[in-house]
């Protein structure tokens, strides 16, 4: 019979690393998150308080410790993005990449926290009551950020692969 | 009508959440932008459902390893996952329950034993197996009796 550690992580575990690698957009350290994050669930559900469901507790731990990686390495630093620091490329088919190139391409060209609120709607499929909790705001304001992320990777599209 | 509310507004509807306003789809077919802004954020999901990365097997044996060996440095933890404030509430309550259940019971025997002194007969009542003598010599003296 499988232990409750191995029931959560064999369940969130595909989610956490998504989710790690396309905010990190680097698989070892997506790895090295992804560790943690469960070993610290198993080590001290102390701290897990039973408040938040599991789920959501295991992305707001992994969000915070990519944002903590983001901050140590000084990687991607465009917190504020602007479309014209998008180098504007000959028009090219999509369908000529395959899909994660494609997304690579777009979510690592976006703000921080537009692309980690993108990343848990289109790749967690989490619900705006999830999402709101994972990232400690309103669902009103997970609202308005996603319409804003999504006109931003719009752009960013326009400009690398044209309409 | 607003571009930016109704382009929140075709958010919310792509995303199947609660509080979608209608009113605002009269809008999209007259307006080229909001149409746009549409079907990027349809080609974006169907991009997110074909751009999912496969779970390293390496991680898995990572965790697991890692896992058992807190495991084995604890082995006599033991692990109950519920929040504190229940565990505190729990004992406390079985404290309350014990000591009232404790007076209560030490009452009733009490009383038991002072309703059997005052209720018993002035007489001892000895119990024992129960026994049988026969005397066939006497039976038959108590027949001829009767007879
Ligand atoms: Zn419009």
Not at chain 2, 28 to 49: P, W
Request: charged share 25%.
């Amino acid at each position: 019979m499988k232990s409750d550690f191995e029931a959560v992580y064999s369940r969130h575990k595909a989610g956490i690393y998504n989710f790690c690698c396309r905010v990190l957009n680097d698989v070892d350290e997506a790895k090295d998150v992804v560790q943690e994050v469960f070993l610290r669930f198993f080590e001290s559900p102390v701290r897990f308080d039973g408040e938040l469901p599991v789920k959501v507790w295991l992305f707001r731990s992994a969000r915070n410790r990519c944002l903590n990686v983001i901050r140590d390495k000084g990687k991607f630093s465009n917190i504020g993005y602007e479309s014209d620091s998008v180098p504007a490329t000959e028009a090219v088919d999509p369908d000529m990449h395959d899909a994660p190139v494609v997304v690579e391409s777009l979510l690592v060209r976006m703000s921080i926290d537009y692309r980690e609120i993108l990343i848990l709607r289109e790749w967690n499929e989490m619900s705006y009551d999830e999402i709101a909790q994972a990232l400690d705001i309103t669902v009103p304001a997970v609202k308005s950020k996603l319409f804003k992320a999504r006109k931003q990777a719009a752009a960013i599209y326009r400009k690398l692969y044209g309409d | 009508m607003n571009c930016d509310y109704v382009q929140e507004q075709l958010s919310v509807f792509l995303d199947r959440e609660e509080g979608f306003d209608e009113t605002t789809l009269s809008h999209l077919y007259g307006c080229k932008d909001c149409q746009d802004f549409f079907s990027s954020a349809v080609k974006l999901r169907a991009l997110a459902n074909e751009g999912k990365l496969p779970y390293p097997d390496d991680l898995d044996d990572a965790i697991m390893r890692r896992a058992q060996r807190v495991r084995k440095t604890n082995p006599l933890s033991y692990r109950l996952n519920l929040p504190v404030y229940v565990l505190s509430t729990v004992a406390v309550v079985l404290l309350v329950v014990s000591f009232t259940f404790g007076f209560v019971m030490q009452e009733d025997i009490h009383q038991k034993q002072i309703n059997a002194i005052l209720q018993a007969p002035p007489a001892a009542v000895v119990y024992r197996m129960p026994t049988q003598l026969v005397y066939p010599a006497l039976i038959r003296e108590i027949k001829g009796g009767v007879k």
